[in-house]
């Protein structure tokens, strides 16, 4: 019986522990609650707030059996606005705990946390580095959709210079699944970052960038529409985003997509939406963004399992 | 075996329905801890906060065996904050739950969350809409006291305007126990919207409105005293906000209120309350707004076993 | 079979308690999860943040398989908001748990509790007033070092003013541990307050006071470092509290001081820790306080177990 020690990035992720998730991931969905993790506990540690992705931690860990202690923004409310070091929140909190899942506002947090934890911890976000477990459910999603990942073209569209998941993404996907074809499609302001694109150069993985999603729309098997990240334009800026938003019109998708897009491609999105996914789309077989944040679920208690009891 | 399919709206319910929720909630009184809802998972989504509500909900979540995850200010801390709409968000935490509590900040909250929602959904206040978990508790308070509601004079007091508790109420007693007389006491400024005394009319509900407590306390079977709502005179508005407690005094409830009213009334309120019931009025065994309270807590286990187990 | 009736302030307690509570929670070290508390409820009601003590006190009950309901911030998100007293809010939270753990924010609030709540309190700090359950583990983990407490000195460090945990250790000391010696060493402007020293004193308590850790060190077998409260330097005065943490480099504990102080001495500090200890003293078998945290989970499960299922 192996454990998995924690989730800390994407790349830690071996060929044959990608798939033992993704069966144990297919198991859960047939599993509405079980006893397996009782007497388990596991702490929520956000110290940004992120209702979506806590809740369907929580909710995985209680359908297993186990139990939760949680703060929802800990930055605001913990040891941390008294000038304590994650370090010390993570030496204290995992003496508490079974396994810690960790939001962090600043990149390496995770890492650092894993150094200092007595227990297992889960990365679920930190800053603009790392969301493991996001890349993971984006990948089972098109595992459930077309079998295998192997000989599809994905697109990627939209604010990629500043999303965290497009980018994961294009990693895991350049270093275990050779055999596809990404496409970027964004605004000049926002293209992918050159480090991906020659990572992905590297690993020969065939790849094409261009602004203009309706010659690419025919093509693709995965369309993943991505957000314009409204909090890089807090302070007063909200013209600006607003402009961003209108600029980004034209890469919205929308019924007129619908119509020349394949039959069974999937439409992708990490949620929240804003406007670059009309509502008219969800009720599109394509649409599968919500079914891609419940896969969060299964993922997330596969992770669960095999971190705690075992796999 | 049927199951309640949500609670929206106090109007959703039949006679039979009622009394089936008061009859389960009496069992409710005299079971301290359950399994019944064992491996079931209820979300509490408060885009508000409301300790009270949200406790007595999730309390009576834990005394069944289910378990909770629950977010104390979805407005703030959740992907609300990135433009997410209200639908998108109950699209997704829905996969993650058995049954949906829900706080809105604006009217209609529940009614739009339960057409996307994939589990039942509990509406625990829409804004100035409804609250018909605290209508129903309102209801079984006044049936533990007198066994029945009918033949009983109830009073309504003080800011009937824009108190919430206080038109459900009018609205349930109307539609399902015509045989009542209710009187609304109000200063001028903040008497019953002509909605809810139309209602009255055309149920042929007797119904009476003055600004003399001292007349109508000792005919009352029941006074339902209700608090100014201070959230209308925030931002600096505290001067204009003590007058009106000021204004309100003559309609508080004291010591001389407890003298003339029958030995066998009660007095409710939906709490939290300031300064209209005065606490020297707590000891006395008429004043039941506590357990009135501690109600809420056995209507809402019985609204969950029926929600999620059936009747 | 007795139960404790709550626990409000660390003078309540009688040696013979004291005795109980650290003989459980020495059994409590030993049990990783039980069923004892099944279908008891705990409700966490902090009024001001304190991730860390609430996390522990929730992770004591998950252990011993109860449940928890819980608000971060009450004071922000209650009914508080709207004018509620204290004493309301607890008849009302009281009669949806088993048990509640309060932190409030001034002096006297678990006391006023108890007077109205139906079932027990444990108070988890009040303000300027008490933090008992800090005072046992402090307690516990010296007997847990030495095997007594007796014929030890201890050194009580930093600003011994406003820290809440070296005034009670001091009582507690005094009260039931007659046979130490306490040396307060702080800076002239941060000495302990003159109420404990003539408390010491009457109890026939040896007590020196001084500003000079370094003669200090080498004969204590406990060192009780504590931090600059920082919460007294809020609005704008971060100037006066870096010169406040600068002035108190010369109690920081480092390298030198360890290389100083005895074999089996230990250091202890309630953390959150600032700068007050260096992290290279972290490594040292010396250092304790980081087990000192996880003491409390365990005395927090004993204390929940004597009140819940008694002893």
């Known amino acids: 019986m192996r454990k998995l020690a924690g989730v800390i990035e994407s790349q830690q992720f071996d060929q044959q522990t990608l798939n033992e998730i993704f ?55 913990s040891s941390k606005a008294k000038g304590e070091s994650l370090e010390d929140s993570i030496r204290v909190i995992s003496a508490y705990c079974d396994v810690i899942v960790l939001r962090y506002h600043k990149e390496g947090g995770a890492s650092r946390a894993q150094q200092f934890s007595k227990v297992p911890v889960i990365n679920a ?10 890349a993971l459910l984006d990948l089972y999603t098109i595992i ?4 295998k990942i192997s000989g599809l073209t994905i697109a990627m569209v ?7 998941t497009v980018r994961s993404l294009s990693y895991l996907l350049a270093k275990h699944y050779s055999d596809n074809k990404i496409v970027f499609v964004s605004p000049a302001q926002t293209r992918m970052g050159s480090d991906v694109k020659q990572y992905l150069t590297s690993c020969k993985i065939a790849w094409e960038e261009t602004d203009d999603l309706k010659t690419v729309a025919p093509c693709s098997d995965v369309i ?36 020349s897009m394949k039959k069974n491609a999937i439409i992708m ?23 891609q944040a419940e ?3 299964y993922v997330r208690m596969a992770l669960l399992k095999m971190i705690l009891a075992g796999y």
């Open 23 to 77: 069966r144990a991931a297919a198991e859960m969905e047939t599993l509405h609650s079980s006893d397996l993790l009782r007497g388990k506990t596991m702490a929520s540690l956000f110290y940004e707030p992120s209702t979506r992705t806590r809740m369907s931690f929580e909710a995985a860990m209680c359908r297993l059996g186990g139990q939760v202690i949680s703060t929802e923004n800990a930055r605001q409310f």
């Open 125 to 134: 976000g930190d800053g603009r580095g790392q969301h493991p477990t996001q």
């Open 144 to 147: 459930k959709a077309f079998g």
């Open 158 to 164: 939209g604010d990629l210079a500043n999303g965290r």
């Open 224 to 259: 993943y529409q991505t957000r314009v990240q409204r909090e890089r334009f807090q302070d007063g800026d909200s013209a600006i985003y607003e402009q961003v938003i209108k600029d980004s019109e034209r890469f919205n998708i929308n019924s007129e997509t619908l119509d």
């Open 269 to 291: 999105h990490p949620l929240p939406r804003v406007t670059e996914i009309s509502y008219t789309v969800d009720s599109d077989p394509r649409a599968r963004y919500f079914e």
């Open 295 to 297: 896969n969060g679920l």
